[in-house]
C-alpha cells in the first residue's frame, strides 16, 4: 500500500518544537485518557459515516458547533447523501445554507456531490488526495475527513488544536501568519499517534472547546497541564498571539419591497461576487451624499426603470461579514405599483409571501421579509 508524504514521518517519542520538548507519549496518553471520558456526543461521531463527517466539517468552518447543529440536523433530514444533493435545485441548496453564511461552501458542497456521484458512486473516497481535489476542501479539511471518517493517520489541527498548541509549545508567532499555521501544523503531524488519529485529533477539539478556552484556560482541569510551557511560564493569556486587528467598514445599503397583487418584487443577485445567486429585495449602495431614501429612489429609476412614489420605513438592519459591516435601510413603497410593465424572467420576478420561505435571501432581506410580514399583518 502506498504510504502517503504526510504520513512518513517518525514516531516521536520526545518532541521537539519552537526550542521546546515535551514528552509526545505522556502528552498523548493524558489527552486520548481525558477524551474517552469527556468527549462530546455529536451525531456525525455516532457511526462516522464519510458523508456526514465532511458535511460537518464544512459547516464547522467559521461556525460553531451550538450555532450549526439545528442546521446540520435540517440538512440530513432533506440531503442525507451526495446523490440527493448533486440532484437538487441549487436554490434548495441556499435556503437550507441560509443563515450560515459564506455561501461559496453551500455551492461547493453542491460541486463535490456531483464529482463523488460521476467518479466514485456517490461516496467519500477513501483517498487523501482524491479528497483534497474536491471543491472547497483544503489540507485541514482533507484532514480532517480522512481521520474521523476513516481513522487515517493524517493530521488535522483546527483553531481549537491551534490555541492548544500555540501554549503547549509556547509558539510566539501570531495567528493568522504563515508561521504560525506551518508551526501548528508541525506539531500536529508530529504528535499524531498511528492508528488513534480519530480519537487525538477530535481530543484536541474538545479540548479546545471545553477547556482551553481562547479567553481563561481551565488549567486545574486539563489533563496536559504538565506539558504546557505557556501554563509553567504563566503565558497562557497572551498565547497565541492576536493577529492584527483588521479594519472593519461601515457600508450603508437601502432596499425597497414592491407588492403588487400580493406578491413582492425580487431579484437574483449576480452568479459571482458577493452572495452569489441569493435573492434579494432591489436595493443598492447609498453614496455618502445623499439620504437612504434619494438614494432608493434613485436605483430603483437607474436599474429597473421605475419611479418609486412615497416610501414607509420598514426600519434598519445590521449585518457584518468578515471586513465589512452593513447597514441596511428598508422600505415599502407606499402606493399604486407603477411597473405593471416590468420585464421579469429568471432573474426578476413577482413572488407570494409563501414562495418567500423557499428562497434563499442574504439574512438581512430575510429579516426585512419578516417586518413586512408584520406589518402586513397590523389591522
Ligand atoms: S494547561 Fe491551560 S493553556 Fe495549557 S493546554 Fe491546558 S488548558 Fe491550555
Aim: with cysteine.
Amino acid at each position: 500500500m502506498q504510504v502517503h508524504p504526510l504520513q512518513r514521518r517518525p514516531f516521536w517519542g520526545k518532541v521537539k518544537m519552537n526550542n521546546e520538548e515535551l514528552s509526545g507519549d505522556e502528552l498523548r496518553e493524558g489527552l486520548l485518557a481525558w477524551f474517552g471520558e469527556n468527549s462530546r456526543g455529536l451525531p456525525w461521531r455516532e457511526h462516522y459515516v464519510p458523508y456526514q463527517v465532511w458535511i460537518s466539517e464544512i459547516m464547522l468552518q467559521q461556525t460553531r458547533v451550538q450555532t450549526m447543529l439545528p442546521y446540520y440536523e435540517r440538512w440530513m433530514a432533506r440531503f442525507p447523501d451526495a446523490p440527493s444533493i448533486a440532484g437538487a435545485p441549487e436554490d434548495d441548496v441556499l435556503r437550507l445554507w441560509e443563515g450560515l453564511g459564506y455561501y461559496a461552501r453551500a455551492r461547493n458542497i453542491q460541486k463535490a456531490a456531483k464529482i463523488l456521484v460521476k467518479e466514485y458512486g456517490g461516496e467519500v473516497p477513501r483517498n487523501f488526495d482524491l479528497v483534497r481535489k474536491l471543491p472547497g476542501i483544503g489540507r485541514y479539511t482533507a484532514g480532517a475527513i480522512m481521520s474521523f471518517a476513516f481513522n487515517g493517520d493524517y493530521p488535522a489541527a483546527d483553531a481549537n488544536a491551534g490555541r492548544i498548541f500555540a501554549r503547549l509549545f509556547d509558539i510566539a508567532h501570531p495567528s493568522g501568519s504563515k508561521e504560525f499555521a506551518e508551526a501548528v501544523w508541525d506539531a500536529a503531524t508530529k504528535l499524531l499517534p498511528r492508528g488513534r488519529s480519530r480519537e487525538f485529533n477530535q481530543a484536541l477539539m474538545d479540548l479546545g472547546s471545553l477547556v482551553c478556552l481562547a479567553k481563561d484556560p481551565v488549567c486545574t482541569q486539563c489533563p496536559v497541564s504538565d506539558c504546557c510551557a505557556a501554563f509553567q511560564r504563566g503565558l497562557t493569556g497572551v498565547r497565541p498571539v492576536k493577529a492584527a486587528k483588521k479594519v472593519v467598514t461601515q457600508i450603508v445599503r437601502a432596499a425597497a419591497v414592491m407588492l403588487k397583487e400580493g406578491r413582492v418584487l425580487i431579484r437574483k443577485r449576480p452568479a459571482s461576487g458577493l452572495m452569489p445567486n441569493l435573492w434579494e429585495l432591489p436595493g443598492g449602495d447609498v453614496p455618502e451624499s445623499i439620504s437612504p431614501e434619494q438614494a432608493i429612489k434613485r436605483i430603483w429609476l437607474e436599474e429597473l426603470g421605475i419611479r418609486l412614489g412615497p416610501l414607509v420605513s420598514l426600519g434598519v438592519t445590521k449585518h457584518s461579514h468578515t471586513s465589512f459591516r452593513v447597514l441596511l435601510h428598508a422600505f415599502l413603497c407606499n402606493g399604486d405599483s407603477p411597473a405593471r410593465s416590468l420585464e421579469t424572467g429568471p432573474h426578476m420576478r413577482w413572488a407570494s409571501l409563501n414562495e418567500l420561505e423557499k428562497l434563499a435571501f442574504p439574512s438581512a432581506h430575510r429579516r426585512i421579509i419578516k417586518a413586512l410580514r408584520e406589518r402586513l399583518a397590523e389591522p
